[in-house]
């Protein structure tokens, strides 16, 4: 909201700020004042880390066009989320029945594929639905994910793409 992205961690909540001055410290982290600025490649990995995809996507999407992707896929690397990276940018892609993310982003991070599974957990309230595992399983299979999340591609692209 408004460049603010609230992301709660294990350790404790966070506001994420999107919108700021602090172009020489874009690869660090920073406390000023009880505010910690982190930057987004670090977000977008610790909210994949979390199963918050919802979190990861609303940066993804929102900086697009901004973000440093060498630096992003070198800490999904870091953080072993570079499978659920790329499974989460392509289903936005197919959801959106767009190129939101370029091929070429998708090739790159396509590379450094792990041939582990990583899993993405289940929202509880939500549950799984039969249409969500069957329109993403050629993905699954690809990315070597198991996806255990409903609506979350879907609630990204009705909120966050124009």
Same mark, same amino acid.
Request: charged share 30%; proline share 1%.
């Given at each position: ?60 999407? /929102?900086?697009?066009?901004?973000? +440093? ?5 070198? #800490? ?7 499978? !659920? %990276? ?29 041939? /582990?599974?990583?899993?993405?957990? +289940? ?5 799984? #639905? ?7 399983? !050629? %993905? ?23």
């Amino acid at each position: 909201v408004d460049g603010k992205i609230i992301h709660e961690s294990k350790a404790q909540a966070q506001a994420i700020h999107l919108h700021t001055d602090l172009s020489r410290r874009e690869d660090q982290a920073a406390e000023m004042t009880n505010l910690h600025y982190q930057p987004p490649h670090y977000a977008i990995a610790e909210c994949l880390e979390d199963d918050d995809i919802l979190g990861a996507l609303a940066i993804l999407i /929102r900086c697009v066009n901004t973000l +440093k992707w060498k630096r992003v896929i070198e #800490t999904a690397r870091t953080y072993r989320v570079i499978n !659920t %990276l790329g499974f989460c940018m392509e289903c936005i892609n197919k959801e959106a029945n767009k190129e939101i993310f370029s091929e070429k982003i998708l090739e790159k991070i396509e590379k450094s594929v792990e041939k /582990r599974t990583e899993i993405i957990g +289940k929202i509880t309230e939500f549950g799984t #639905t039969i249409y969500q595992r069957f329109h993403f399983q !050629t %993905l699954e299979k690809k990315w070597n994910v198991e996806y255990n999340q409903a609506n979350v591609f879907t609630k990204a692209v009705e909120d966050l793409v124009r």
